[in-house]
């Protein structure tokens, strides 16, 4: 008999084995690291970013994505030429495993601090993320966050200023980071974009996120109202990414008006289905 303990751990098996099952096998795919422009490189999987910028202080690192992927973007990161000691910083957009589970290992690795939205601080910290969803908890290795930023903050390390620009919804904490670059003598903006997405997010009576519906729409607002030459988002098919770089379009200030346009149809789709089926 397997009584009431066995059966949990059966029903807990069950559920959180086609969590693991769906993600895209792009999110684990290995390919080579690449510039992406500036000091900017590539050095995640396929299907999830990583980012590595260059600067007169050492290496500034974007995300880790998820924990297996942990090897893969630290052999990415020594193929662009950069010693795993030398990266000084590790940047968090938000806390999901997708994107913050290899962090702690990378921490690890490189002896690096961690920076992140002051909303997802619990959540890196307790390994547990934020909110509610349709899909359950999917937990990630806990991190300790070394700097907790909030809209507008400044990270700087040599000669590059990151500015934290605040879009919660998908987490309380995600964050979006701006930076400016020079590229042929031509000054350009970039956004590296957190998700905007509600991807599985509870948005009606989500106690423990119960702010979710004005934090999106605060972060639509937000994003709206700025203009960036280049967007580089975490989950790179969401703007052809690989395919932009390879033909040279990545310059394009059309791409983050329409991510916001899309994103705020989408949520209003999402929104009203969840109201109806309340």
């Known amino acids: 008999m397997i009584g009431r303990i066995g059966l949990a751990i059966v029903a807990v098996a069950a559920l959180a084995e086609p969590a693991v099952a769906k993600n895209p096998p792009a999110w684990t795919r290995p390919i080579a690291p690449f510039r992406v422009i500036g000091p900017i490189?590539?050095?995640?999987?396929?299907?999830?970013?990583?980012?590595?910028?260059?600067?007169?202080?050492?290496?500034?690192?974007?995300?880790?994505?998820?924990?297996?992927?942990?090897?893969?973007?630290?052999?990415?990161?020594?193929?662009?030429?950069?010693?795993?000691?030398?990266?000084?910083?590790?940047?968090?957009?938000?806390?999901?495993?997708?994107?913050?589970?290899?962090i702690a290992a990378l921490r690890?690795?490189?002896?690096?601090?961690?920076?992140?939205?002051?909303?997802?601080?619990?959540?890196?910290?307790?390994?547990?993320?934020?909110?509610?969803?349709?899909?359950?908890?999917?937990?990630?290795?806990?991190?300790?966050?070394?700097?907790?930023?909030?809209?507008?903050?400044?990270?700087?390390?040599?000669?590059?200023?990151?500015?934290?620009?605040?879009?919660?919804?998908?987490?309380?904490?995600?964050?979006?980071?701006s930076v400016r670059i020079v590229q042929n003598r031509r000054p350009l903006d970039v956004l590296f974009a957190c998700s905007l997405t509600v991807a599985g997010n509870c948005l009606v009576g989500n106690r423990r996120?119960?702010?979710?519906?004005?934090?999106?729409?605060?972060?639509?607002?937000?994003?709206?109202?700025m203009k960036a030459d280049i967007v580089l988002p975490f989950h790179p098919e969401s703007v052809d990414l690989l395919s932009r770089v390879a033909s040279n379009t990545l310059i394009d200030r059309a791409v983050l008006p329409k991510m916001v346009r899309d994103a705020r149809?989408?949520?209003?789709?999402?929104?009203?289905?969840?109201?109806?089926?309340?």
């Open 209 to 225: 996120y119960p702010g979710i519906v004005a934090d999106f729409r605060k972060s639509f607002d937000r994003l709206g109202a």
């Open 265 to 278: 149809a989408a949520f209003a789709t999402d929104f009203a289905k969840q109201r109806t089926a309340k």
């Open 108 to 177: 690890r690795m490189t002896g690096a601090k961690l920076v992140a939205g002051a909303g997802d601080r619990a959540a890196l910290e307790s390994g547990i993320p934020p909110g509610e969803t349709s899909y359950g908890v999917i937990r990630f290795p806990a991190v300790p966050v070394d700097r907790a930023v909030r809209d507008g903050d400044r990270v700087t390390l040599g000669d590059v200023t990151l500015r934290a620009v605040s879009t919660p919804g998908h987490t309380p904490g995600c964050t979006s980071w």
């Open 41 to 102: 490189d590539y050095v995640g999987t396929e299907g999830l970013a990583a980012y590595l910028i260059h600067t007169s202080g050492g290496a500034i690192l974007i995300d880790g994505t998820m924990e297996e992927n942990a090897p893969v973007v630290a052999r990415n990161i020594a193929a662009r030429g950069v010693k795993l000691r030398d990266v000084k910083l590790i940047l968090a957009s938000h806390a999901h495993f997708d994107h913050v589970a290899a």
